[in-house]
């Protein structure tokens, strides 16, 4: 079984200031990393993904995210986040041999301040 | 708009009645799950389906949840007897690799 945590419930930042949403995992297991974006009462849209490679894996919105195997991470960075990155950040861990059944942190509330 | 979609949005319901929800993932997508989300809290896996079969089932999943995806299309899920605690968004995603979400169901019991 894997889990996930996710170290700070909340984030403030500064608009145009850069970013980190961190992520550890736990799993005996080769995994699948993914990031997700939640904006108030809508679904979860995906922001990344690592599958296998390059340990640095850009996505959408100017996010990028780095696994590091030796520490069980994967962390979220934006160089320069903007008041439309307001929203919750999950991170999430599959096990590479499941059928996607991901196991999600409890979330990240980032908010980006004026 | 070809993507998931989940009815109703918003449930009100007193606590003993039962509720059901509906999800029609993208036509093509084969995989379907059901998570759970409380306040505060991240998703919890509920079940998943491959075509019309139900594969796996947490054990989140009490005797009062049941569901079904019949002819391997959308799927309902149907909560009985229900109770405060049942208060969540309902998320269906469905997948042929990356999931897609819906915009959920939310429940309140009251």
């Known amino acids: 079984a894997q889990s996930v945590t996710q170290l700070d419930s909340q984030v403030p930042v500064f608009e145009e200031a850069p970013v980190e949403l961190r992520c550890n995992y736990s799993?005996?297991?080769?995994?699948?990393l993914f990031w997700y974006v939640q904006y108030p009462n809508q679904g979860l849209q995906l922001l990344l993904k690592?599958?296998?490679?390059?340990?640095l894996v850009k996505g959408i919105n100017g996010f990028e995210a780095e696994f590091n195997k030796s520490q069980t991470s994967f962390h979220l960075r934006k160089p320069s986040v903007h008041i439309s990155d307001t929203a919750e950040y999950f991170c999430?861990?599959?096990?590479?041999?499941?059928?996607?059944?991901?196991?999600f942190g409890s979330g990240t509330q980032l908010t980006v301040l004026p | 708009d070809t993507g998931v979609s989940q009815n109703p949005r918003h449930k009100i319901t007193k606590r003993g009645q039962n509720v059901t929800f509906r999800c029609d993932p993208i036509s093509e997508h084969n995989r379907l799950y059901w998570y759970r989300q409380t306040l505060g809290q991240g998703p919890e896996f509920l079940t998943y389906?491959?075509?019309?079969?139900?594969?796996?089932k947490s054990r989140l999943l009490s005797d009062r949840f049941s569901a079904e995806r019949p002819k391997g299309s959308f799927s309902t899920l149907e909560i009985q007897r229900t109770e405060q605690g049942d208060s969540a968004m309902y998320l269906c995603?469905?997948?042929?690799?990356?999931?897609?979400f819906g915009e959920g169901s939310r429940l309140t019991v009251l």
């Open positions: 799993s005996s297991v080769s995994v699948y």
């Open positions: 389906f491959q075509n019309e079969a139900q594969l796996e």
């Open positions: 995603a469905s997948t042929t690799g990356e999931l897609f």
């Open positions: 999430a861990v599959t096990d590479s041999g499941s059928a996607r059944q991901l196991t």
């Open positions: 690592y599958l296998s490679g390059s340990t």
